[in-house]
C-alpha cells in the first residue's frame, strides 16, 4: 500500500531554464554566500557574545541552505548563480567590497556595529528577492521563500536591538526589484 500511495504523489516539476525559479535560487545562493563571508569575517574579530552566536546562526544557517541550493540546480541541470553588477548587488542588499574589507579593518566595536549594519540591509534585500517565489508552483522553491522570509524576518528583528542597544542607526534598505 505504502509503494501505491508513492506512486500517487505527484512528482515535482522540473523548473524552466531562466524561470523565476532557477533565476531566484542561483540569485539566492550568490547572496548567502555574502552573507556568510560577512559573518566568517566578523566571527574573527567580533568579541561581543550576541553577535558571535548572530554571526555563527546565519553562517551555519546559509550553508545548509546553500547545500540544499547547490542540490536543486544540479539536478535542474542548471549553472550555478554568477556575481551581480552593482546596481543589481544594490538592489539585492549585498555589501561592497570596500565594505567587506571594511569587517576587517576597522576597530572591533566598530566592525561589529558594521557586520550589523550590513547583514540587516543584505536580509533586507533577500525579503525582497524571497517574497515573491513565496507563492512558487515549485514546493521546493516556495517553501525555501517562506523559510528565508520566515527566518530573515526574525533576525532582522535581533539586528535592530543590537543596533539600538549600540545606538547605531540601519542603513538605507535596498529598494526596487532586483
Known sequence: MGGALLLAQPRPVTPAPGSAEVRFVQDMRVHHEQAVTMSVLVL???RDRSVRSLALDIQLGQEEQNRQMEAWLRRWNAPDGKQPDAMHA???GM???EELLSLKTLPVRE???Q???LMRRHHQG???MARPLTGSPQPLVAGLARQITATQTGEIRTLDSLLKARGAQPLPAP???H
Request: aromatic share 4%.
Open 90 to 92: 544594490g538592489m539585492m
Open 115 to 117: 557586520y550589523l549594519r
Open 44 to 46: 574573527k574579530v567580533a
Open 111 to 113: 566592525a561589529e556595529t
Open 95 to 97: 555589501a561592497t567590497r
Open 126 to 128: 533577500a525579503l525582497l
Open 175 to 177: 529598494h526596487g526589484r
